[in-house]
């Protein structure tokens, strides 16, 4: 196994992932995007080497094509026959502007949804690790996610602890995910609350 493993990832809109794991023992990311950056490690023991497929829909973007395609269509159909013909006239460019509208929502709401291969915390489930599916290629991809898991398997039986110190490490890891932005405090908690009932301490 290579002490290092590296996976870089171009999504749209100059958004960028980087995943690299570093003493064979840790996986660090980097998303940045436009406007922000993350930037964090994650303890590979505290992985699930077991990863899940997962469709990222932008339902904002698809909902709000939706609403104009449907008034789109009403001023369509109803326009003519409750409007006089001087005021009909400004059925074009509402029909026009809307168009647009939905065609831009459509746009963006296809180019912010994902086909994803998402690595999860092994007690939680919570999703940590996203990747682009087959980025930047095919053969990149699977070679990296294969390694991942191999990795992933051989830290968590060289690694000599307990699971009542695993489910420890876990919370600390979560907790440092939330100085990073990559959960809220809300969901801190709640994982935090199902990690201790499973260690008998909540």
């Not at 065609?103 to 999703?127: D, H, M, Q």
């Amino acid at each position: 196994m290579p002490n290092n493993i590296v996976l870089k990832q171009q999504g749209l809109f100059s958004k960028q992932r980087r995943f690299e794991t570093r003493d064979d023992r840790y996986l660090f990311v980097r998303m940045q995007g436009v406007k922000q950056m993350q930037d964090y490690q994650l303890d590979l023991v505290a992985l699930d080497p077991e990863s899940r497929f997962r469709i990222t829909i932008a339902w904002p973007w698809l909902t709000a094509a939706a609403a104009a395609i449907l008034l789109l269509l009403l001023i369509i159909v109803i326009v003519p026959g409750l409007f006089n013909v001087k005021l009909a006239g400004y059925a074009l460019p509402v029909t026009l502007g809307l168009s647009l509208a939905a065609f831009i929502s459509l746009l963006i709401g296809f180019a912010k949804s994902s086909f994803e291969r998402v690595f999860v915390a092994r007690n939680t489930g919570y999703p940590l690790v996203r990747l682009l599916i087959n980025n930047p290629d095919k053969k990149s991809f699977r070679t990296f996610t294969k390694q991942l898991k191999a990795l992933i398997n051989e830290v968590y039986e060289k690694v000599p602890v307990d699971d009542q110190q695993r489910l420890a490490g876990e919370i600390k890891m979560l907790r440092r995910l939330v100085g990073h932005n990559v959960l809220t405090s809300q969901d801190y908690e709640k994982l935090k609350l199902q990690l201790m009932s499973r260690s008998g301490t909540g």
